[in-house]
């Protein structure tokens, strides 16, 4: 006869759910597979509908739609505590999962982020630039860009959630209702969206925290993975 048991059940495992930027998924691909094996974790990292040729439904048209999408993913999942990390355009996805206040949702990431109107302090415009100009505004070095990580933003997709201006302007006024942690993540030396502008997002958000990643662009996950990584795991 198998006895009852009193049981105390400790795990540990952690999901994050990771939320790329227009360069797509290649951007996050390697820093999730680190993530999963540095941290023993759950990682889940979607396309976005609309990116590298995925079928985007008519009706999806905006980035709070796309935030609800996940949100139904991880209800769907029956996940709790998760860490939602969102770069560049997947920060402002994460912002708006923040506010939807799933109880999914433990903490919330946004790894220079963009969505929010700062004044004096645009959003780059990327539309146009040719490979070698991204590359010069991403990365705190470029020449150790390897073309295989640098993508150039998949521009149609893109606009088609955020608009030309890649910005809301009820954003940063609504980020004050935010009701769970929000840790902001900058590069020092972004040049699509400058640590200024990363202090404006983070002042938006109400007991938020801002860290400064040194010797780092527009994508921390690509350039300095290590240093984010440490960053993400002291966040609890």
Known sequence: MTPELTLLNLDHTRTFLLLHGGGGVPTMAGFAHLLAERAHARVLLPTHPGFGGTPKPDGLTGVAGLARTYADLLDRLDLTGVTVIG??????????????????????????????????????????LSPAELRALSWHDPSKAPQATSPGPDVQALIGYTGPKMADPTLAERLGRTPVPVHVMWGESDGIVSPEYGKAFAAAIPRSTFTLLPRTGHLPQVESPEALLDAVLSVR
């Open 87 to 128: 770069n560049s355009f997947g920060g402002w996805v994460a912002a708006e999962i923040a506010l939807l206040g799933s109880p999914r949702v433990g903490s919330v990431v946004i790894a220079n982020g963009i969505g929010v109107e700062v004044e004096g302090h645009p959003i780059t415009d990327v539309r146009g």
